[in-house]
């Protein structure tokens, strides 16, 4: 009976709900995100053009008045003039914070080391001064995950005329 009765325990045992501990998804796909985002700015500052663009999900109008000459349909050309000559700073990222998500969309403050490793800071444009235009060193970048699973970023990287 005593033999009978340790069988029975084991069984019930065995059947009892184990408590799993279950993941939560924010952190892997923030981390994922921040991921694509830094991984976008690293391709487009190796000029790696094409590639940098399967990472972008967000309009190209800007990218088109940059460079009307160029097939608006050709991505890694309207890429290539704005980075190079129409003053996009495709630059490195030094930090990207996750802020807040908002729907689907993860929110990152971002900023960016200028080619000699100081932080970029841009400055008051067009005849201000900084009273009237303060610098700004952060930046605030969206990435979405698509329909197809995929994250991307949706905004450009900053721009000095």
């Keep these: 009976m005593k033999k009978f009765l340790s069988v029975i325990a084991i069984l019930l045992a065995s059947c009892a709900s184990q ?28 000029k790696q053009y094409a590639e940098a663009d399967l990472l972008y999900d967000g309009d190209y109008e800007q990218l088109q008045i940059f460079n009307p000459s160029s097939d608006p349909a050709d991505h890694a050309a309207l890429w290539s003039w ?6 996009l700073q495709c630059l490195e990222v030094r930090t990207a914070t996750f802020k807040v998500l908002q729907g689907d969309t993860y929110i990152f403050q971002v900023e960016f080391n200028n080619p000699d ?5 841009l400055g008051p444009c067009c005849g201000a001064d900084e009273t009237e235009m303060p610098p700004v060193s952060q930046f605030e970048y969206r990435v979405s995950r698509g329909s197809d699973g995929q994250f991307r970023v949706m905004d450009l990287p900053p721009y000095v005329p």
């Design 82 to 87: 704005s980075c190079e000559f129409a003053g």
């Design 19 to 46: 408590a799993t501990p279950v993941p939560t998804s924010l952190p892997s796909t923030a981390s994922e995100a921040q991921e694509v985002l830094i991984r976008f700015f690293e391709l487009l500052n190796a």
């Design 117 to 121: 490793g100081s932080l970029f800071v």
